[in-house]
C-alpha cells in the first residue's frame, strides 16, 4: 500500500502545528508537493489524498508529467516550477506552468512574460534569493533583489508574488530560523518599499518547522512525501 496519502497527513499536521507554535493561522501556510524523480502514477495518488500543487524541477520531466496527469483525468491541478532555469528553455515553462519559484535575472523574467500565451493568467513568480552567499551560486544577490523586483513587478504577463530561497543545510533549528530570517527581512522590506508580496516560498522536508515559524507562506516537501529519491545516472 502507498505510504502517499499517511505521508501527507504527517506533513500537514506538522505544518499545523508549527503555525500554532508561531500564533499563525493553520492555513497560512501552503504545502507543494515536490514530485521531481516520482512518476504520475505517484502524483495521482497525491491528487486522490486532496493535494492540488505540485513542484517540478527538471523542465521535460514536468512537461511530461502535466500531460500524463492530464491523460489520467485528474482534476485541476497548479504546477510550480522550482528548478535552475536555462535562458533557451523559458517557453515550455511560460507555456505549461502556473509558478515560478526560480527567477534570478532580469532576461528570464522578460522571456518568461514575452512568451507567456495570451488568454492564460499571468505567470505567479517568486525571486530565488542566494542568501548563503558563496555557498550558492544560485539567486540574486541581496543587495541587488530590489532592482530585479522593481524590473519583474513591471512586466505585463507575470504577477511578482514573493521570495524563494534554498539555505545551506543546516541541522540546528536557531541556524536553519536564522537563514529564514534573513529572507523575511528582505520581503517585509519590499513591502514596505511598496510592492504588493504574499509569498515567501522556503522550507523542505528537513527545516519545515524553522521555516513556518520564520513566516513560510509556501513550504516546498518532496521526500517527506514521495519517500527517498533515485537520481538516475
Ligand atoms: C527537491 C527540492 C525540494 C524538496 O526537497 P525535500 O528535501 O525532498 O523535501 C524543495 N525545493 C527545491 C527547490 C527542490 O529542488
Redesign the pocket.
Known sequence: MSLIPQNLQAVTASIVAAAAEAGRAPDAVRLLA?S?TFGPQAVHEAVAAGQRAF?E?YLQEGVDKIRALKELGAPALEWHF??PIQSNKTRPIAENFDWV??VEREKIAQRLSEQRPEGMAPLQICLQVNISGEASKSGVAPHELAALAHKVAALPNLALRGL?A?PEPAEQFEQQRAAFAQLRALYEQLRADGLALDTLSMG???DLRAAVVEGATIV???????GA?QYKE
Open positions: 515536490v521531481k513542484g524541477n522550482i528548478g519559484h526560480t524563494m534554498i523542505m522536508s528537513s516546498r516537501v518532496g521526500s517527506a512525501i514521495f529519491r
